[in-house]
């Protein structure tokens, strides 16, 4: 999977994850697909429009393996 | 006026068998109404199919109170006021959307979509980050029977299941015509406005005494045998379940033409798909259920289920009235839908005849009933010839005004509480 080139999928050595606009609910989301595990996240506009505004150092933290997914707890 | 004053005037005002016309002519009786009424007893507000995914929200309302029905990420359904705590903007404009979130347009104050406040800019103006504990205005309860979302202002009180009693069956029996047990309102919504008090839409919904008057014109041209069931001779009776609610209970008709699908007007043969899957989900059952049809049930004060579309009272001013209709979908069943919402669009749309023609019943009436004499209007027709059935409602026939004796004296009741 790494590389991950092709329509609506960001992929690179280390993740690949399909993005699409997802329009069942309300009004659109996206819909990103974590391919390697099955996992799905929507993100509404508010939420899209905060992560492009999201300082670097912030999206480093989110970044740290030990911060959410393998957390220990 | 005080309220011990005002709680004497409406036991004098509405009587067994009359009510005075001031009641639908006077602004201060509506702001009375909207305190003792709207704002303390249970109002259905909207239902679970139309908010179906995670951070889905649409704009209600209780009266005129502005209501965002949104559902959080963890599925549970909340009733919000569209209402800033800062300075009071509204904080949802599109009638609905799929937001986390909510984001005031005036100084960026957010909310998430279950009511708490997230974040205000330049929170040094406010001695910092989280010093605020400030959040959304909710509706204090919420309950949900079927789907159907239901709203209280007043935090204690009896429960819904008590507020609905038995009428809560009727709404029971709209479901289990869906193959599947539930219904979706997810065909969108029709609005009409009429210059109208709400209780003249409330009294018509399960007057059994009009539809041969006032839908002449339609029953004769769609040919329809709808208008014999409101006539003298029909054996279908008007039930009064208490709490307001009544019914036009059209099954004893239904049951003596033995007829699957004849209250909707149509054959087995030519819904094939749709009995199929009635007989897989119900067995032996399906045949009463097929029979039988849907309720057409008035559920106090703006929530009316009239066989195959749904309506809601929506007041605004006393003689200004939003009535919102929706066709009903039921899940499972694609050939009903697309029938329900063709007769739907046909009946109640915007060039729909029934609800033309009942609107304009609506206006005319509170035209006249501004006039000063007479001072009262009359509800005694059938009152001589009613009974109470084994669960103890109060029944009349096809034509009698037993549903509107019944909404008055629940009205009487919150009125002078």
């Known amino acids: 999977m790494g590389g991950g080139v092709g329509d609506g999928v960001v992929g690179n050595e280390f993740a690949d994850v399909a993005v699409r606009v997802d329009t069942t609910a309300n009004s659109p989301r996206l819909r990103l697909e974590d391919l390697r595990t099955g996992r799905v996240r929507f993100l509404d506009a508010l939420e899209l429009e905060t992560l492009v505004w999201l300082p670097e150092g912030h999206l480093v933290q989110l970044l740290d393996p030990s911060a959410d997914r393998w957390s220990g707890a | ?417």
């Open chain 2, 1 to 417: 006026m005080t309220h011990a004053d005002t709680r004497a005037r409406y036991d004098e005002l509405v009587q067994p068998e009359r009510v005075h016309g001031s009641l639908y002519t006077s602004p201060e009786v509506f702001a009375d109404e909207l305190a003792r009424i709207w704002y303390s007893t249970w109002v259905y507000v909207g239902h679970v199919s139309e908010v179906a995914k995670p951070n889905d929200y649409v704009r209600k309302a209780i009266g005129p109170q502005d209501v965002i029905m949104s559902r959080s990420a963890d599925g549970e359904v909340h009733l919000l006021l569209n209402r800033c705590a800062h300075r009071g903007n509204l904080v949802c404009e599109a009638a609905a959307g799929n937001s986390s979130s909510f984001r005031c347009a005036y100084h960026g104050w957010t909310y998430r979509n279950s009511g708490e406040l997230v974040g205000y800019p330049f929170h040094q103006g406010y001695g910092g980050r989280g010093k605020l504990d400030l959040g959304l205005g909710r509706v204090p309860r919420v309950a949900v029977h079927q789907g159907f979302v239901f709203g209280s202002f007043a935090p204690d009180g009896p429960s819904l299941a008590e507020h609905l009693g038995d009428a809560a069956g009727e709404i029971d029996r709209l479901v289990r015509l869906s193959p599947e047990g539930e219904i979706e309102l997810t065909a969108g919504w029709l609005q009409h406005r009429a210059r109208a008090n709400w209780k003249l839409l409330a009294e018509n919904e399960t007057d059994g005494y009009h539809p041969q008057f006032v839908h002449a014109s339609i029953f004769s041209v769609a040919e329809s045998g709808i208008g014999a069931l409101y006539g003298e001779k029909s054996s279908a009776v008007t039930r009064a379940f208490g709490h307001g609610h009544s019914e036009n209970d059209l099954r004893p008709e239904f049951r003596r033409l033995g007829a699957p699908l004849g209250w909707f007007g149509t054959t087995e043969e030519r819904m094939p798909g749709y009995v199929a899957a009635m007989r897989a989900a119900h067995g032996e059952a399906a045949q009463e259920i097929l029979v039988e049809g849907a309720p057409h049930v008035m559920i106090f004060p703006n929530l009316f289920i009239a066989e195959i579309q749904m309506f809601t009272i929506q007041p605004l001013a006393h003689d200004v009235t939003v009535q919102h209709v929706t066709a009903v979908q039921l899940k499972g069943a694609p050939e009903m839908n697309r029938r329900m919402l063709q007769q739907c669009v046909g009946s109640v749309g915007p060039a729909g005849l029934l609800l033309a023609d009942d609107t304009e019943m609506y206006e005319r009436n509170q035209v006249g009933l501004g006039e000063l004499r007479p001072e009262w209007v009359d509800v005694r027709r059938g009152s001589h010839r009613e009974h109470v059935d084994e669960r103890g409602h109060t029944v009349g026939g096809a034509t009698d005004e037993t549903a509107m004796r019944g909404f008055w004296a629940h009205y009487r009741e919150l009125m002078t509480r």
